[in-house]
Every structure is written in C-alpha cells, then in structure tokens.
C-alpha cells in the first residue's frame, strides 16, 4: 500500500514537472527554432529520458474509488497524447491543445460546439473534406452554412446573419491559395460576437499564428507539416479561451474521437524537426513557384510569397513564409493534366501533402472530388489544375522532373 502511493505521488510530480517545464518554456520567449524541438516536454525527471514514453495503455490501476495519478481512462487522458497536446499549445501561443485522430475530427468537434439553427460564415475555397462535412453531416443537425470570397470587400458582412455564430478561415486556401485579413476579419467577426477559427494546416505554426492575429480556435490536420513524414493521422485544436478549452474537452471525451499513442508519439517526434523541414518546404517552393510562372506550358502559377500573387503584401505581413504549396494551371485540357501527372517521377502523384517527399495531384478529380462541379468552376478549380506539394529533395531534381513531365503531356 504505501509502495502504491509512492508511485502515485512520484507520478504526480513527474508530470507537474514536465508540465511547468513547459510553461517556462513559455516564460522564456524562446525562438520558434528552439521551441519545436523542445515543445511539450522537457525530459523525464524519473529516469532522464530525453523523449516521452509511448503508454499504449487503456486504463489505469486507482489507489482507492476516486484516488488517482489524474489518469483513469485513456479516451480521457493518455501521458503520451498530454505532451503532443501541450506542444501544440505551446507552438500556436495558446494555452490549451486538444488533439484529434484526424483533422476532420477535429473540424467536427469545433463545430459540435455549435448549437440547431446556429450560422457558420466560410471562405469559399477550402479543404474538399471541410465543405463535405459542414453541407453533408452538419447541415442535417440544423446547421447552416454560407460560402463567400473573403478576400472581397464587404463579402463577410453581406454573408452574416443574426444568428451567425463562427467564422471559418482558411489563410492560404486549399487549393486556390488565397489569403485572408485574418487581424481585420477577427475584429469584424468579435464585433458581431462570432467566434473565429483558422485552419492553419497549410502554414504550420512556425509560418503563421492565428491566435496572435485575433483568431480564437486554431486548427491543423496534424497528418500534414506537424507530422511531415507521412507516417500518421491526426488532428489538433489550439485556443487561449478558457470556456472553448473546457467545451472542446468534454467533446473529446465524450464522443472520443482521440489519436492513440504511438500516433502521438509519431507526430511529436516530427514536430521537433518542424523549423528545419519548413525553411526547406519554402525555399524549394518559392524556386519552383518562379520556374513555373516563366514557363510556357503554364498559363497562371499561385503562390503567396511571388510578386503576381493578389495578396503578396498581406502574406509578407501576415506570414514568416510562404510554406510548401504551389497551384497552378497549364495549357491544353484535362487529358494535357493526366498525361503530365502520369509523367512525373520523383513527384508521387497522391493525395495529402506536407511529407518530407513530394506530391502532386488534381483537386478537380482528387482532394476535392466531393465539390460539385458547378461549384468547383466557380472556384476555379480548371481541369488543369494542379497542385504541388513540394518536398525537401533537392530543388533542381524537383525542376527538372517537372520539366520533363511538362514535355511529355504535350
């Protein structure tokens, strides 16, 4: 019995221990270069182990009815998935990470904080998922939704109603790359007493930090750069207010919709190797951006860091960089599109994005398949578009495989 409580207070101390290591991280400001390898924990105090334990346990022996390390079933709380969850805390500048088994997970769970009848503000341009599951699955519970360009003057207050209760936000778009004001939107939307989420899964929280911009709820499909070794699924939401935090627990225990362990385990792993393989992403997209936008098999590139694009000056100010995604529209029509993807080969013509290695793929046909089409042509979703998720590989290897694809479709 006493051997029993020693554990269950040695327990206690190891995990407050790693917890106000955390927050002193904080304390400290340090750079996001040194924050992502040190987020979430900062060494076991029990034995010195420099990386969390994998606690592939479903439940957790009690001293007594009620008496307890805080751990009593891992839907609730698993070891491994509180130090995923405190990295992305501290990675977003918020004060409360929930994490998910997929991003949309944890898109469903923010909108479950919703109540029948309640209105939801979107851009227009996002995840082929999101649209699936706000129009397909919510919009059956009472929900509404209103898709508009955000980008537009006035279009966010012409698509509000009274009864207009959130602001969704994707900053870039998926795939069209478009940018949003998300400081002046978030002003907006409060004034309205709208929350505010950001989808930041395209940027990372080392290129952007909604939170620090307005947004109240920041969310990631994890499976993307926090991961970035295509090895896992996941999700997460971050926020700093109290009520959303509380909420969106409840949700996660409730309807369990949570990562296991080793998943968790996974993505941290590679969010400490985040700042490098982002400095990357960008570098290399920003070249084949330009190698691109010169190249006379292509009608119009996209990406936020060039010169060309709508809201460059908005990206400068608003982002550390323009991340790794690249759309663009060639000549010719949809069999020109195949011919080019089936071409490529260093490129993986696969849906996803954010690995280390490269992919390529055709919105129209693949990630957002679910839109109708009339929809997607409003969107400009062409037949031959194309998006591009560059990898780390070396840049040139990256250009000329392109080019030599290009060749071959025509």
């Known amino acids: 019995m006493i051997f029993r409580r020693l554990r269950i207070f040695l327990t206690e101390i190891a995990f407050e221990a790693m917890r106000w290591n955390v927050t002193e991280n904080k304390k400290n400001s340090q750079r996001l270069n040194t924050r992502s390898v040190h987020a979430g924990f900062s060494g076991d105090p029990g034995t010195g182990a420099l990386n969390p334990p994998v606690f592939l346990t479903s439940t957790y022996a009690q001293e007594s009815p009620g008496v307890h390390t805080g751990f009593v079933y891992a839907r609730t709380r698993n070891p491994t998935r509180d130090a995923l969850e405190a990295a992305m805390a501290e ?54 939704f209103s898709f508009t360009d955000l980008t537009v003057p006035g279009a966010f207050e012409a698509a509000c109603r009274p009864e207009s209760r959130l602001l969704w936000i994707e900053s870039p778009t998926n795939p069209m790359l478009k940018m949003a004001d998300i400081a002046d939107l978030s002003r907006r939307a409060h004034a309205r007493n709208m929350w505010v989420v950001v989808d930041n899964t395209f940027l990372s929280p080392y290129l952007q930090n909604p939170l620090a911009l307005g947004a109240d709820l920041v969310v990631h499909s994890t499976t993307k750069y926090l991961n970035g070794h295509s090895d896992t699924v996941g999700g997460a939401v971050v926020t700093s207010v109290p009520e959303l935090a509380e909420s969106l627990r409840f949700l996660q225990n409730s309807v369990g919709s949570i990562p296991g362990p080793m998943d968790c385990y996974l993505c941290h792993r590679g969010i400490k190797t ?20 010169t190249h006379p098999r292509i ?15 908005l990206a400068l100010t608003q982002t550390r960089g323009g991340g790794g995604i690249v759309t663009f529209e060639m000549n010719g029509n949809l069999e020109n599109a195949r011919r080019f993807l089936e071409s490529v080969r260093i490129f993986a013509l696969a849906e ?46 990256l250009k000329e495989d392109l080019a030599q694809a290009l060749e071959a479709a025509y």
Request: charged share 25%.
């Open 91 to 144: 990675l977003e500048g918020g004060t409360d990470g929930i994490a998910y088994g997929s991003g949309s997970a944890a898109t469903a769970s923010i909108i479950q904080l919703l109540d029948a009848g309640d209105h939801v503000v979107s851009f227009d341009d996002v995840y082929g998922g999101t649209r699936r599951v706000f129009e397909k699955v919510f919009a059956r519970q009472g929900l509404s």
């Open 274 to 293: 985040l700042a490098v393989r982002m400095e990357r992403h960008c570098s290399n997209a920003l070249e084949i951006a330009r190698f691109l936008e």
């Open 299 to 313: 009608q119009r590139t996209r990406y936020p860091f060039l010169k060309s694009h709508p809201q460059h000056q």
């Open 352 to 397: 996803s994005l954010g690995g280390v290695e490269s992919l390529i793929e055709h919105p129209a046909i693949m990630t957002h398949a679910s839109v109708p089409q009339k929809v997607r042509e409003e969107l400009g979703l062409s037949d031959t578009l194309v998006r591009l998720s560059v990898g780390i590989e070396d840049v040139e290897d």
